[in-house]
């Protein structure tokens, strides 16, 4: 168990869903262990280097709801990513910006105003017991530490020493009005008629309320196969267009699986799936040829 020297952070209001993220575990495909990490990669190192901090150092990642902490021991702390009302100990502080919450103060990240997912940074950064690398929640897998539950203590880091960013800072990424992913056609773009090719490429699809970390599904028009069954299981990688039975597009995110049965038509690059872990239910989603 990881040793308690630089205090605790206590979990008051965990929210909807709550998580320690890092930058992931990647690698360890090949014995069925996804990479998981922070969905908003950007915002994630944004908020560690505010903070202080190393870019890949642990921090919460929260879901639409926010979250409550309180630390045991004064703290500068860090909330980024979806736009949110932040007060500590009931007194409005800066979102976006380094704030110094003292020992025992609860610091409370409110609802997202804009956008999904927040990040909350610690200088020092959270240290739960790493596996295989990384302090990350794979929620597929079960991996790593369990979402947030009230009552739950997170170990602190011990602060790098670099100083917190207190100063003009770079512009936070936004949430997309649009939600537009490039995509490289394959390997099984042959399962699907032209018409479903081009259907992908031009109709209007939305981002359905059933997305997580796992995927990000769509609605949207059906994708006709030209070909009937199933593949055998084979590998699937970050930013796969998985397309289920429904005929519905779902991408892969951090926590998807690393095999799968249903067609690939295309994948998304890395680069482009950040917008997506902050698109909201409903957002307009284009794919278009990379």
């Known amino acids: ?70 630390p045991d021991r004064p703290v500068v702390a860090v909330v980024g990513g979806a736009g949110c009302r932040v007060t500590v100990d009931g007194r409005p502080v800066a979102w976006g910006a380094p704030v110094r919450v003292p020992a025992g103060a609860v610091l409370d990240v409110g609802p997202a105003l804009h956008g999904v997912r927040g990040y909350l940074a610690f200088a020092g950064g959270l240290e739960p017991d790493p596996v295989l690398g990384s302090r990350s929640a794979d929620l597929l897998s079960g991996i790593g530490p369990a979402p947030l539950s009230e009552g739950d203590t997170l170990p602190l880091g011990e602060p790098a020493g670099r100083p917190p960013a207190y100063g003009p800072t770079a512009p936070w990424p936004g949430a997309p009005a649009e939600l537009v ?57 970050l930013g796969a267009i998985q397309v289920p039975p429904d005929g519905l597009p779902v991408v892969f995110l951090n926590d998807h699986p690393t095999t799968g049965g249903y067609p690939v038509v295309g994948v998304v690059p890395e680069t482009a799936l950040a917008k997506a872990a902050q698109a909201v239910p409903g957002t307009p989603v284009r794919f278009v040829r990379a």
């Open 1 to 70: 168990m990881t040793a308690v020297r630089n205090g605790l952070l206590h979990v008051v209001r965990p929210g909807a869903l709550t998580t320690v993220q890092d930058a992931g575990r990647p690698g360890w495909a090949h014995l069925g262990v996804g990479r998981s990490g922070a969905l908003d990669a950007p915002a994630a190192r944004l908020a560690n280097r505010l903070a202080g901090n190393a870019p890949g150092a642990a921090l919460l990642e929260t879901t639409v709801t926010g979250c409550a902490v309180r």
């Open 181 to 237: 992913l490039p995509l490289h056609p394959g390997p099984r773009d042959t399962w699907f008629t032209p018409a479903a090719l081009h259907t992908l490429t031009t109709a209007a699809y939305r981002v359905s309320p059933h997305s997580n970390r796992i995927g990000l599904r769509t609605e949207g028009p059906a994708l006709e196969r030209a070909r009937e069954g199933e593949l055998p299981s084979e590998g699937m990688v």
